[in-house]
């Protein structure tokens, strides 16, 4: 395909002919929200949305005015045009059922509108993360029909708003990236079939939660802190932005492993992200351009849902570094790792003669 002038419009009517011929139009609506949320969050503080609401959303979490106004975006921009059964968001307790004025069809769509929004305040790139599921008949969707492994995703994407906006899309056939072109308006094709490295020397992951995670975890990420002098024999950058679409693009772009892994600190949570509209899309993208996605003991794509809302562990990335943060669970799993003995602890360390 050539690369400068293929706009999102044409390739997803190209990507999409024959059985999901519909879904083009709905992920043309989609990219059309991105716009309006990119013209919002790139207006700051001239705005006047930033900061809080007085609201919580289901996760209990405080809802930004920019975390309501970008899921109203998306319900505005998607619901008229008969493509769906129904939408879901982080933002909102229950599926939304489109208004009785407009058509229905077969599609889901699920969406984390705006991810980071901690870092809306203090303009650091933010996102919109998307999955688009189907349901076998038409009508109105109940919460269960969204309640599909990853694997069954038809497509997925996020949009990122940072120096440029970018749509970062898959239907199964490889991970494509569209900057915006402010001027035209249209998403231009920049970033065609993107590849994940295989190796990389780059980790992602909140060390404040340190003590929290699992031995494997601190194993991999101890090893890699260790640099040259330890098992790993290679020095390793680190990175957190707290905003997953920004590090998986980073990740994208030239490599590297995310990790929100299982930790204890709140025992009634398997992990910090959400399966269905952070994890699945995230981990088909990252799929589809050649690594891996896993919660450390399994593929994030095979989990099946219990419920819409419900948080998974995530390592995704590079496929040798997840490979081997998984083993890494295996051999803890099943005994054969030797327990992780912290530096500060070690012999001839601080607390040692
Ligand atoms: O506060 P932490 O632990 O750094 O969490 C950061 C994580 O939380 C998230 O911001 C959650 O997304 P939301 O802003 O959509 O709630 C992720 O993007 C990110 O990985
Ligand atoms: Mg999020
Ligand atoms: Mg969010």
């Not at 997840?322 to 790792?337: K, L, N």
């Amino acid at each position: 395909m050539h690369i400068g002038r293929t706009t999102l419009s044409k390739f997803v009517i190209e990507q999409t002919r024959g059985a999901h011929s519909e879904m083009g139009a709905l992920l043309i609506d989609v990219a059309a929200a991105v716009k309006t949320i990119s013209g919002l969050v790139g207006k700051g503080a001239l705005s006047g949305f930033s900061g809080s609401m007085d609201s919580t959303n289901v996760q209990g979490e405080v809802q930004k005015k920019l975390d309501v106004l970008t899921n109203e975006a998306i319900l505005r921009h998607c619901e008229w045009g008969g493509q769906l059964a129904g939408m879901a968001s982080e933002e909102m307790d229950a599926p939304y059922a489109i208004p009785a004025q407009y058509p229905r069809g077969r599609y889901l769509l699920i969406f984390d509108p705006l991810d980071g929004s901690s870092n809306s305040d203090v303009n650091v790139s933010v996102g919109t993360i998307f999955s688009i599921l189907q349901r076998s008949t038409a009508g109105d969707a109940e919460a269960a029909d969204f309640l599909q492994p990853g694997a069954q995703q038809i497509a997925a994407g996020y949009a990122i708003y940072g120096p440029s906006t970018m749509l970062v899309l898959t239907v199964g056939s490889g991970t494509h990236g569209f900057t915006l072109d402010r001027e035209s308006g249209n998403f231009i094709l920049t970033h065609a079939d993107i590849r994940v490295p295989e190796a990389t020397r780059e980790f992602a992951i909140n060390t404040s939660n340190a003590r929290f995670w699992e031995p494997p975890v601190q194993r991999y990420v101890a090893e890699c802190q260790a640099g040259k002098t330890g098992v790993r024999g290679e020095d390793f950058n680190m990175r957190w932005i707290a905003s997953m679409v920004a590090e998986v693009h980073r990740i994208l772009m030239r490599g590297g492993i995310f990790m929100y892994p299982k930790d204890s600190k709140d025992p009634s949570r398997p992990g910090r992200l959400r399966l269905l509209y952070e994890a699945n899309p995230m981990a088909m993208l990252v799929e589809q351009a050649g690594g891996a996605a896993s919660t450390g003991r399994g593929r994030i794509l095979e989990v099946v849902p219990e419920a819409l809302h419900q948080r998974v562990p995530v390592i995704l990335g590079s496929r040798e570094e997840v490979e081997r943060v998984e083993r890494y669970h295996h051999d803890h799993d099943t005994g054969v790792d030797r327990p992780y003995v912290s530096p500060l602890f070690a012999e001839r360390s601080l607390f040692r003669d």
